[in-house]
């Protein structure tokens, strides 16, 4: 069973502009991850953030979690088309050991 | 530094069939997880590997078994297929001082 859901499903933007995904979990975590996967490929890491976290930053991608409302947010900023991607969140549960449970993921389609 | 390798990337097989999956973990990485990804659906945790013992299991029929070298490889075995089996199959692998995982590229297993 999936552990956290995405929102939205799909987001099309233009390019230049910013795309937000939020996610929502339902048991406490340890930490929280989000991957990028490119038409069916492996998926790519993205950003780490830790329970006793709030806020994380890496170069155009902001994330924010509130362990209170269970909910995390990916900002992209300044999209391009190359981010034309599924963006998945996933858990690392406190009781598991690296064992991730996968949102359904968001489609993003960054139009020109 | 190569990374998470996995072999092979595409497979057909008919109902009834028997198969058997490969995943090379990263250099430095001794726990290998492996992932169940249906068509537009997020990856499903099937089980752990860690000193060649399965350490964790998700909620995956006996028919999914596998096995872990000393030299951290690993395989996954799935037998009796069933159509429902088709997916993407994602191999995962992180050092234990570490949450995050590193995906391979995936194989795709196709059931007729």
């Known amino acids: 069973s999936q552990q956290g859901e995405e929102d939205p499903q799909a987001l099309s933007i233009q390019e230049g502009k910013n795309a937000t995904m939020n996610c929502s979990y339902k048991?406490?975590?340890?930490?929280l991850q989000w991957y990028r996967q490119n038409s069916g490929r492996g998926l790519v890491h993205l950003i780490l953030?830790?329970?006793?976290?709030r806020e994380k930053h890496s170069g155009r991608l902001r994330v924010t979690l509130d362990t209170s409302k269970k909910s995390s947010s990916l900002l992209i900023t300044a999209s391009r088309a190359a981010d034309t991607a599924s963006y998945f969140c996933?858990?690392?549960?406190?009781?598991?050991?690296?064992?991730?449970?996968f949102g359904q993921g968001t489609r993003l389609t960054i139009n020109p | 530094d190569a990374g998470v390798t996995q072999s092979p990337t595409h497979l057909i097989k008919t109902r009834g069939q028997q198969v058997t999956l490969r995943c090379s973990p990263k250099?430095?990485?001794?726990?290998v997880s492996w992932y169940q990804q249906a068509l537009g659906q997020g990856p499903q945790f099937i089980f752990q590997?860690?000193?060649?013992?399965?350490?964790q299991r998700g909620n995956f029929p006996d028919r999914f078994s596998g096995h872990q070298f000393p030299n951290y490889s690993s395989e996954l075995n799935v037998n009796a297929l069933l159509l429902g089996d088709s997916a993407l199959y994602l191999c995962?692998?992180?050092?234990?001082?570490?949450?995050?995982?590193?995906f391979g590229p995936g194989t795709r297993l196709t059931v007729l």
């Open positions: 590997y860690y000193e060649e013992e399965e350490r």
């Open positions: 995962a692998s992180s050092g234990t001082t570490t949450s995050r995982q590193f």
């Open positions: 953030i830790r329970s006793n976290e």
């Open positions: 048991t406490s975590i340890n930490n």
């Open positions: 996933a858990t690392d549960p406190i009781q598991g050991a690296q064992k991730l449970v």
């Open positions: 250099s430095g990485h001794d726990t």
